[in-house]
């Protein structure tokens, strides 16, 4: 069974730090792209980060543009997000993605792009 497992969730206060981790579970897999959504309670899913597996090539959503960092592990098959200078809004459960398709012209910010995703971290951001 191919699957995403992330870690590292928290509850921590505004301006603090936190990174997560997303590593496979289960059986190894090829991947071309790998990103980040979060979803509040009762929202849908929104782009946060992605990164292109073998160039390294980073996307940001605006609202985490220069507080949020995306990075791989390429022996491992892990992706981070360092998270700095968290804000209350950016609280809600952040889930790994993948994509094990080999797209031209990926839109990372699609869900439906992503075919393999795990469970989600819970991110509190108190004020």
């Known amino acids: 069974q191919v699957r995403l497992v992330e870690s590292g969730g928290s509850v921590v206060r505004a301006g603090d730090s936190l990174t997560l981790s997303c590593a496979p579970g289960g059986r190894s897999f090829s991947t071309y792209a790998r990103a980040w959504f979060r979803q509040g309670p009762g929202k849908g899913r929104h782009f946060v980060s992605g990164?292109?597996?073998?160039?390294?090539?980073?996307y940001y959503a605006d609202s985490v543009q220069g507080r949020f960092t995306i990075s791989r592990d390429t022996a491992t098959g892990a992706v981070y997000l360092q998270m700095n200078d968290l804000k209350p809004e950016d609280t809600a459960t952040y889930l790994c993605?993948?994509?094990?398709?080999?797209?031209?012209?990926?839109?990372?910010?699609?869900?439906?792009?992503?075919?393999?995703w795990g469970q989600g971290t819970q991110v509190t951001v108190s004020s």
């Open positions: 990164i292109h597996w073998r160039s390294g090539d980073t």
């Open positions: 993605a993948a994509d094990r398709r080999p797209v031209r012209n990926r839109d990372y910010v699609d869900e439906e792009t992503y075919d393999v």
